[in-house]
């Protein structure tokens, strides 16, 4: 899978990170969550929309996008 998930803060400290379970739990006010997804494929999409939560995601939309 190819994801790259990067934290922007506005302290400064931006950073590469992993896209990992209950990341928007540990985001505060002043942190942005930027995820590029590389792949758009159905299994790489799923897995994005699973680690935020997201419900009812139309996928199959979603890649006929790009």
Known sequence: ??????LYDADGSDKE???EENIL???NDKQLLWINILERDEVTVKHVTQ???LVKVPIGKFLRWF
């Open 1 to 6: 899978m190819k994801i790259l998930t990067y």
């Open 17 to 19: 990170i992993d896209l």
């Open 25 to 27: 739990e540990r985001l």
């Open 51 to 53: 680690m935020l939560h």
